[in-house]
Every structure is written in structure tokens, then in C-alpha cells.
């Protein structure tokens, strides 16, 4: 007897859903259930707060469906008007110029750098601001968002190794990069002059990279998660003691003033930023692409070295190497010659070079590392940001 199962979504979010490859989104429960009875749950994560989510799963026979399928109905006609359809693959773009308005989670506020990126990336895409790094991937997982934007890199402060992390724990693929060139402002509320300030308020790095200035101003510095989160706040609070290291868009979104414009230490400050999806997009090689791949490999001597060659033998030029611990196995114990057993740091090897997958060059590549490499996952194969 053929079984029908058909899922009812109540909630808020109007963009809560999956696809129709049946795979639920990681990190979030469903509820299965035989019978009438349906299942209401409240999630909160992040950004996303006073979230409601309720799902019920019925098995419907096809000999006796009429009672069931006349509520089915009513329920659906019901809940139509405020869920349009779940999307789909065919949705996605990987064009920031096709009209479409994409959705994107980043972290942070409205006015942060990591917004400024998403809006150089897609023009005319929606932003969902998340409290966490951890959000802005779960909201792409869940179909909350199309995208996430988030920063790996600055060219004065070095990798932020906690997202390089999250893309080893996360199965979502790098569909573009963004390069910004970030400028500090400091910022006060309306009548209050440099002079007046007594602290400053901004994100560490933004504190720590405009570091002649406040040493100048001869202020406090308040460490807070957020440039525009700190405008925000100066805001709500009304302080007229305090400053705001924060972009030029966050003086606007929040009425403050613009005290200094292009307050960094070094006028090259420069932070690179990556665009997630759940679907890769597929390599060309009409224009520059870039590939990231993460690898782990075997102790010994010169095995690094053998990685890196598999590249330099076909011409292909790397542009970023990092490395980071493996967390559920940081130490590796090999027994010495001399000593009976050492230990070593176990890590992974992330890799960005500049090729595409589509190149039998690139394929080339990472089919001689597969023969040494422990493990090897690619990343994303996506078109190089040369714009500034």
C-alpha cells in the first residue's frame, strides 16, 4: 500500500525551508511523526531569535484519504499566502548582476564592513545580519539565506582562523571572494567634538590598526564584537563621552557624526572576504578562478615539500598557505630511533592557487597529491576578485 508524506511549515521567516533532495540541513532536528498529532518547536540561534518552526509529518493511506486530505487542504490554502516556495537549486545565481535579489547572512550589524562586502559582492542583495560566524553558516543550511559572506583575512592583521575553522565543519562551498579596501572613520554623536572624547569604542582590530590617532586623542579604548554594533550602542545609550571606530555607512545608518575620515595606521588596509553557498558553481576557465583546498598528510621528511611541488611542476601559482591544528586530534605520536616515541602537532593545510578546476593542469594537481594526502577536500573553485 503506497504511503503519502506530505510536511507542514509554520513560522515566521517567510525563507524557512529545504531542498528537494530530501537531505535535512545539518545541526537542526525534524521531527517524525505517525498520526494527527503535530510537533511545535521555538528555536533561537544567533541572529535569529523568537524563531518558530512547526512541523508535523503524516502518513496518509490512498484508500481512505478523504477527512485527512480535505484538512491537508484547508491547512495549506491557510499557510500559502505567508510561505512562498521553498528554494531551489535553480534559484541560486552565482552573477551579482542577473536583478535577482539574493539573500545574504554575515555577522555583525547593519553598517559593518562584513555588509559593505556583501553589498560590493551583490549590489542589490538582502542582508540578515547573524550574531555569530556559526549563524551565518547555519542560515544558508537552513534556506534562511542564498549566501554568507564573512572575512578570512586582512592584509595588516593575518588569517582569522576561526572561520578557517567553520569551513572545515561546515559543508558549504566558496562561490566567490570579495576584496575591500577598509577605512576607519571615528565617529560621535551630533555637537560632540574630538576634544570631548574620553574612550573610544570599536572592535579590537579596528582599535589596534588606528592606534596613532587614539594615542594621539590620548583616550580609553572599550573592546566591543561589532564596529557598527559600537555606533549602535553610542546611539542607544547617548554618549556624548565617546567615539566610534567604524565605516562612513555606519555614520549614516545611525546619525552620528564623522570626526576623521581614513583614520588606519596603514592606508593599505585591505580585508579579504569569501561568499558561501550551498551548491558549488561550476569552473570555467574564460576568466581567472581561484581553488581552496584543505589537506592533511603523513610525518616525515619533505613530505610538505613533495605537496607543494605537485603545483610548482605544473606552473600554478599558490597565493595562500595556512595551517591549523587538527582539533580532534592535535598530537600524533611516532616512534624515534633515539628516543622511543616523539610527538608532533597534527595539521591541516589549507591552499589557495590560482587555477580552475576546469583546467587539466588543476586536475592534474590534486590527483598527485591524492596519492600522499591523508585527506583532501576542496573547498570551492570560484572567480578571482581583482577589484579594489
Known sequence: MALKSVIVLEGTNPHFGWNDSGSKPSGFPLNWINGPEKVCKSMSFGGFSGFSACRAIRNVE?????????????????????????????????????????????????????????FKAYPKCETVPCNEFEDAFKAVELWLTDKAVLPIENSSSGSIHRNYDLLLRHRLHIVGEVQLAVNFC??????????????????????????????????????????AGAAQYVVLNGLRDAGVVA???????????????????DSDNITRFLVLARDPIIPR???????????????????????????????????KIESRPQRKRPLRVVDDSNTGSAKYFDYLFYIDFEASMAEPRAQNALGHLQEFATFLRILGCYPMDTTL
Open 247 to 265: 565605516s562612513a555607512r555606519a555614520a549614516e545608518i545611525y546619525g552620528l557624526n564623522i570626526l576623521a575620515d581614513g583614520i588606519q595606521d
Open 285 to 319: 576557465t574564460n576568466t581567472q578562478f581561484k581553488t581552496s583546498i584543505v589537506f592533511t598528510l603523513d610525518e616525515g621528511p619533505g613530505v610538505l615539500f613533495k605537496a607543494l611541488a605537485v603545483f610548482a611542476l605544473r606552473d600554478i601559482n599558490l597565493t
Open 62 to 118: 490512498d484508500g481512505n484519504t478523504s477527512k485527512r486530505d480535505t484538512k491537508l487542504e484547508r491547512v495549506i490554502d491557510e499557510t500559502k499566502s505567508s510561505f512562498p516556495k521553498p528554494l531551489s537549486v535553480s534559484d541560486l545565481s552565482s552573477t551579482a548582476d542577473d536583478g535577482w535579489k539574493v539573500r545574504i547572512s554575515f555577522k555583525g550589524f547593519p553598517g559593518s564592513y562584513t555588509e559593505d562586502a556583501a
Open 186 to 227: 571615528l565617529l560621535a554623536l551630533p555637537g560632540v567634538r574630538s576634544e570631548h572624547l574620553k574612550r573610544v569604542i570599536s572592535h579590537p582590530q579596528a582599535l589596534s590598526l588606528s592606534d596613532i590617532l587614539l594615542s594621539k586623542l590620548g583616550v580609553s579604548r572599550e573592546n566591543v564584537d561589532d564596529t
